[in-house]
């Protein structure tokens, strides 16, 4: 079994930056990709950033520029730096594991709150 902790969510003013991250404890051997989604009220979840165990990145369109994906292979843990906040960022922030297998993995989410 494997589990995400996250941690670092919270409110901020626009503009502000926030860091969060997930660290992934049980049985892991490997890990295909780490990466954090988002579902704000009323909306879809979509993912945000991912980053693969070849150390390539992807975002989605709308956090280009603002926020950085990081990974700490050693400690299998995954980190978003989030910078320049907009309301519009206000979201749960799920963390997500893959797995070679495919099978995958959710965080219980954390709040992150962008004041205008």
């Known amino acids: 079994q494997v589990q995400l902790v996250e941690s670092g969510g919270g409110l901020v003013q626009a503009g502000g930056s926030l860091r969060l991250s997930c660290a992934a404890s049980?049985?892991?051997?490997?890990?295909?990709?780490m990466g954090w989604y988002r579902q704000a009220p009323g909306k879809q979840r979509e993912l945000v950033a991912v980053?693969?165990?070849?150390?390539?990145?992807n975002y989605v369109d709308s956090v280009k520029g603002r926020f950085t994906i990081t990974r700490d292979n050693a400690k299998n843990t995954v980190y978003l730096q989030m910078n320049s906040l907009k309301p519009e960022d206000t979201a749960v922030y799920y963390c997500?594991?893959?797995?070679?297998?495919?099978?995958?993995?959710w965080g219980q989410g954390t709040q992150v709150t962008v004041s205008s």
């Open positions: 049980g049985s892991i051997f490997s890990v295909k990709a």
């Open positions: 980053v693969t165990d070849g150390g390539s990145t």
């Open positions: 997500h594991l893959l797995l070679p297998s495919g099978y995958f993995y």
